[in-house]
């Protein structure tokens, strides 16, 4: 599961908004449908309730040997209508509240009487044995706005909490003595309301979660472009630490990082230049020392002896340059600019054969690269050097694989140790079976080419070949 999940800021913290988002549409959306619901079932019970008035009050006012005609024609299947000399049998309410506000509301909007009866019942289900199909008509409501029995006084009465139980209504049942004394009933079904998802609700709240979505893109882009920022700086820092300081700008913590990614990055600069003013000292001190051990070595009379301890001077003066070398390569800034990578290789190779070295090159493409020629032509230098000196020869092959450029020098030599890969990139170290006069080296090609492998933001490995050999793989990024 942890795979699919981002593994970028952005990513993480945009899916935390969308889950917000998805979760906050789902419980407004259930609430939305629960209060449309309601509130079409709160409507549909006041209009029953009124019609059941206004029926009442018509027929209590019609003469009567008209009121059962009028009955008859009043009843139909979605809410009948009946007429009797005794009070009708009503089945136990299931919301006694709901009842008792339907009577009320019944008794108010009729004259009052002495012995004026109103009685309800409010079902959980439709009514049994009614033969109640579509809900009732859609008739508009009497009575004018803002009396009592119009639409205003009942949507006013609606929102008052004692009508609250009328949303849960399935069944209405109602019994009015009228003022002869003989009994109006009233059966009807309430509709359960309309849809509450529909294809309105679906856009509108799509195109809502479209604009929060863009939104929230826009949010945290701009909220996590300083961290790419303080990352490619950090990466330039890695191969230049003479490049430009990050821009103060931004937020106040991006200002902060800012300013402390500055000072890091002088503090570096002075303590590596401090660090190549400290050799160059101590190679200055050390040579004048070396010297006169060289005058003093050639009035040896053994020649034997003198020619060994010239040999021991020059290598200490060898390994005094190289450091010295070493040490300046990492603050120097040769300026970038873009070359053929293979044509640079070649002739690397070419300037070797024509010294007599059995280098060799597979022919390649151009291949455009961005880098700092003179000392990445030093890295493949070293890099042939040793494969000369301890793999007997040397064959070179340069291609691109996807964004990469991939350098390949394989040897016929008899490899390095397992254990010895990683170790033979620190200066000064060598592998016990190349210490040897007639190889010579300081330890320090392999690290010099790693240094300048890496500031070009590339990898530089070492691997013992299945055949027998040593490939030398440097991986540049294009």
């Not at 800021?9 to 209060?35: P, R």
């Not at 006084?153 to 003989?182: N, S, T």
């Not at 070295?357 to 690269?369: D, H, K, R």
């Not at 350098?407 to 620190?426: M, R, S, T, Y």
């Amino acid at each position: 599961m942890s795979r699919f999940f981002p593994k970028s800021l952005f990513g993480q913290t945009l899916l935390i908004l969308l889950v917000g988002l998805v979760i906050s549409h789902a419980i407004g959306a259930w609430i939305y449908a629960g209060a449309r619901e309601q509130a079409v079932r709160a409507v549909s019970g006041y209009a029953a309730a009124q019609r059941v008035a206004n029926l009442s009050r018509l027929v209590e006012e019609a003469p009567a040997d008209w009121r059962a005609r009028i009955v008859a024609a009043l009843s139909d299947p979605t809410f009948r209508v009946a007429l009797s000399g005794e009070a009708p049998a009503l089945p136990p309410a299931d919301a006694e509240g709901a009842a008792a506000a339907v009577e009320d509301y019944v008794r108010q909007q009729l004259p009052a009487l002495p012995d004026r009866q109103v009685r309800a019942a409010v079902l959980a289900d439709r009514p049994s044995g009614a033969p109640f199909g579509p809900p009732f008509d859609r008739r508009p409501f009497p009575g004018p706005m803002g009396e009592p029995g119009g639409m205003g006084g009942m949507m006013h009465g609606m929102m008052g909490p004692g009508f609250g139980g009328f949303g849960a209504w399935r069944g209405l049942q109602v019994a009015v003595k009228l003022a002869d004394g003989q009994w109006l009933s009233f059966a009807t079904a309430l509709p359960q309301g309309a849809p509450s998802v529909s294809w309105q609700f679906i856009i509108s709240m799509a195109l809502m979660g479209l604009i929060v979505l863009a939104v929230s893109v826009w949010a945290v882009r701009r909220v996590t472009a300083p961290l790419g920022m303080l990352s490619a700086a950090a990466d330039r820092l890695g191969r230049d630490v003479t490049a430009e300081p990050l821009a103060v700008a931004g937020t106040v913590e991006m200002q902060n990082a800012a300013r402390a990614f500055n000072r890091m990055q002088e503090r570096l600069r002075r303590l590596i230049e401090s660090r190549t003013q400290m050799l160059a000292a101590l190679s200055h001190d050390l040579r004048t020392p070396l010297t006169l051990l060289r005058l003093r070595t050639e009035e040896v009379a053994d020649a034997g002896e003198r020619d060994k301890m010239l040999a021991t001077i020059g290598e200490m003066n060898e390994m005094i340059g190289s450091t010295l070398a070493f040490a300046r390569d990492e603050v120097r800034a040769e300026p970038r600019r873009r070359v053929d990578v293979a044509a640079l290789l070649a002739s690397v190779v070419d300037d070797m054969a024509d010294a007599g070295l059995p280098v060799t090159m597979t022919p390649a493409s151009p291949l455009s690269y961005e880098c700092q020629p003179i000392a990445l032509k030093r890295a493949l230098t070293n890099l042939l050097d040793n494969a000369v000196k301890y793999g007997k020869r040397a064959q070179v092959a340069i291609a691109t694989m996807g964004k990469t450029i991939a350098i390949n020098i394989d040897d016929d030599g008899p490899g390095i140790p397992e254990a010895e890969l990683a170790k033979v990139f620190q200066p000064f170290y060598r592998v016990e079976d190349s210490r040897s006069r007639d190889t010579g080296g300081t330890g320090l090609g392999l690290a010099i080419a790693q240094a300048i492998v890496q500031a070009h933001g590339g990898e530089l490995t070492l691997a013992n070949r299945p055949g027998g050999g040593l490939r030398a793989r440097i991986e540049l990024l294009v």
